[in-house]
Nanobody, 120 residues
Framework: QVQLVESGGGLVQAGGSLRLSCAAS????????MGWFRQAPGKEREFVAA????????NYADSVKGRVTISRDNAKKTVYLQMNSLKPEDTAVYYC?????????????WGQGTQVTVSS
């Protein structure tokens, strides 16, 4: 069992940056790939980025590629999402999850989410 807690969300102006963090506890964090998803009001939860257990492989949604970087620190049991050049359409609740792939079904554990709001 892995517990995940996100932090770092907030209100930012378009063009700004945020770094989200996801702290893990209760399980073998380094055994899991980790991903970030987001869900905007009235929309399905969608894949944002993923990183392998070692950090050697990453994958990004086309909508964020070039603006977002996922990273992890296995010693701290934390995964990060650095978001730059934010746009109003990035507004959503951001969730971290343990697993690997681009589909929600490929992730076994989820955090509660952190709100990101980008004003125009």
């Amino acid at each position: 069992q892995v517990q995940l807690v996100e932090s770092g969300g907030g209100l930012v102006q378009a063009g700004g940056s945020l770094r989200l963090s996801c702290a893990a506890s209760g399980g073998a964090f380094r055994n899991y790939g980790m991903g970030w998803f987001r869900q905007a009001p009235g929309k399905e939860r969608e894949f944002v980025a993923a990183i392998s257990w070692s950090g050697g492989s990453t994958n990004y949604a086309d909508s964020v590629k070039g603006r977002v970087t996922i990273s992890r620190d296995n010693a701290k049991k934390t995964v990060y999402l650095q978001m730059n050049s934010l746009k109003p359409e990035d507004t959503a609740v951001y969730y971290c999850a343990a697993g690997w792939g681009t589909a929600r079904s490929q992730y076994a554990y989820w955090g509660q989410g952190t709100q990101v709001t980008v004003s125009s």
